[in-house]
Nanobody
Framework: QVQLVESGGGLVQPGGSLRLSCAAS????????MAWYRQAPGKQRELVAH???????DYADSVKGRFTISRDNAKNTVYLQINSLEPEDTAVYYC???????????????WGKGTLVTVSS
């Protein structure tokens, strides 16, 4: 089995920062793409940031310049540094990764259960 576990969410004031982490564990052979999504109350889940196994990144226009995605391949972990937080960033943030298990040839997309970020004064 493979698990993705997010951490680092919480309550933060506007203008503040947070660093989210997502660790993959289990019978992992390799991890290809990793990404962060978010879902605000009453809205659809949206892609926030994406990183390839080579380190190439792309971002939603709404977070460019404020969010930074990175990964530590040795730790099977992806991070999301979020700065200059705005109330509109309030959402559950989900980790998503394309993982090849040790006992299976294909890459499968897995989801974490999410971590809540609340931006409020």
């Amino acid at each position: 089995q493979v698990q993705l576990v997010e951490s680092g969410g919480g309550l933060v004031q506007p203008g503040g920062s947070l660093r989210l982490s997502c660790a993959a564990s289990g019978s992992i052979f390799s991890i290809r793409d990793m990404a962060w999504y978010r879902q605000a109350p009453g809205k659809q889940r949206e892609l926030v940031a994406h990183i390839t196994n080579g380190g190439s990144t792309d971002y939603a226009d709404s977070v460019k310049g404020r969010f930074t995605i990175s990964r530590d391949n040795a730790k099977n972990t992806v991070y999301l540094q979020i700065n200059s937080l705005e109330p509109e960033d309030t959402a559950v943030y989900y980790c998503n990764a394309a993982i090849r298990r040790a006992d299976y040839r294909a890459y499968v997309w897995y989801w974490g259960k999410g971590t809540l970020v609340t931006v409020s004064s």
